[in-house]
């Protein structure tokens, strides 16, 4: 078969970053976020955080090639904030709602464990 090894989709080679930024050069407040080894389920869970943010005038992903494990992530923002700020906001505020989904799921677990 042709198709690569399943490691290839999680595992980051050594040498490559996991997150790397490209400024925009004809668009203001504009950047490309390449994240490897991530598909559709970060990249669109990350876009509608970003969308959230009412200083991002622009957020979306793309996936450049079904074989080629990475996304895209474009942001154009307002001039209160750069696309950096938004990302990294974005990312945290992420962070914090899954762990707070964590939470509240072990509680439940352990509420209803102790009933049965």
């Known amino acids: 078969m042709n198709a690569p090894d399943r490691y ?6 050594e040498g ?8 925009d050069t004809k668009i203001i407040n504009a950047a490309s976020f390449t994240i490897e080894r991530e598909d559709h389920t970060i990249g669109n869970i990350l876009r509608m955080q970003l ?3 009412p200083n991002v005038l622009f957020a979306g992903y793309k996936l450049p090639h079904p074989l080629q494990y990475k996304i895209i992530v474009r942001i154009h ?5 750069s696309p950096m700020q938004a990302y990294n906001q974005a990312i945290n505020d992420l962070d914090k709602e899954l762990d707070h989904l964590k939470n509240v799921f072990e ?10």
């Not at 290839?8 to 080679?13: A, G, Q």
Request: positive net charge.
């Open 51 to 53: 969308h959230r943010d």
């Open 16 to 23: 490559t970053k996991k997150v790397s930024y490209e400024r």
């Open 8 to 13: 290839e989709r999680f595992v980051v080679p």
């Open 77 to 81: 923002t307002t001039s209160q904030s």
């Open 107 to 116: 509680a439940e677990v352990t509420k209803h464990s102790r009933e049965y």
